[in-house]
């Protein structure tokens, strides 16, 4: 194999350079330092940390270059600061800035009015660069994003990681129940990443687990349950569990949520971590979107659920939405539709339907 000049890991050698917008936040920060710490970046790429202009966060900046160069000096790539990232044409984009929900406003239409100018000047920001990036989204409302950023980016090259997150949490809820560990299921959620969530319960595969113990304990947690009801049973819990959270009830409110079915479990549990952990959900937040970046550094083809700008590919939908794709080197390809049972895809179309409607509301 031929080795590319000062390059100590070969097999990971083409030349991708990265740009995280909102580096100094707390899941920018997590970020930077896992995809450093992974050493998906080779020493001859380079690592953009791009902040607000002016400030603390400007300053901050210099001190995170700082830390990670501490940490990671044996592997890590060139690391700059910046507050343009127009000016780094980066290969791969990675948007994480923006507000997040709070005690006093955690709707979702509320967060979009917050995070609508951002996500606006971002979007014409990547747009000026010239060499039409890869840009991973998990900002929220993340198809509120994906729906900005493709009127400058082509499509096929914006991807939310809000999708893999929500599917790495339900199936580690799934095999919490099952008894076995995560990698031994294999579960999706699609839809939209916050009520609408659709979990693909007739795609459930779990190895090293019998068949109808596996079924029997999926039954019972559908039992008396309709998936175009999940909708109102996330909002339920969330609500109880917050004000829980709120009063200072923490192990009451975590064991409320223990006790919900696993798709409501992984909608809920982040709101749970989000109040209760401090720093909101950094580590599952960038530890999906760095999975992203490595599958793609890496040129790891492979199909992930993710929100994307359908324009009427399958379903007949045309809107921002998560759906299992195939990812490569050059962003997502196409859809990979799979049989779905009537249900999951009336909830789909639900779905659908509520994301556009709530872009509309922002964009009109």
Known sequence: MVKEPHCSRPRYCSRMDLAIIGATGSCGRQVAAQVAERGILPEIATMHLIGHAGGEHESELWGLRADLRDAFADTAPSIEVGTEVAATNADLVVMMAGATVTRTDSDRAALAEKNLRIFTEVAEAIGRMGNSPIVVVQSNPVELAVDLLGRHVPRHRILGAA?????????????????????????????????????????????????????????????????????????EARMRALSMVHDGSVAEAYAFIQRQPADVRAAVKPFFTHFTAGRTTELATAHAVVDIVEFIVRAQRRVIPAQVQLEGEEWGIHAPLAVPVLLGPLGWSQVVPEPLAEDELAALLTAAQAIRTANAAMTS
């Open 163 to 235: 999708a893999w997150s929500d599917s790495l949490r339900f199936r580690r809820e799934l095999a919490a129940d099952l008894g076995v560990r995560r990698p031994m299921v294999q579960a999706q959620m699609w839809g939209q990443h916050g009520d609408h969530l659709v979990p693909i319960y007739s795609r459930i595969h779990a190895r090293g687990v019998d068949e109808q113990f596996a079924a029997d304990v999926i039954g019972k947690m559908r039992e008396g349950r309709v998936l175009a009801d999940l909708h109102g049973e996330i909002s």
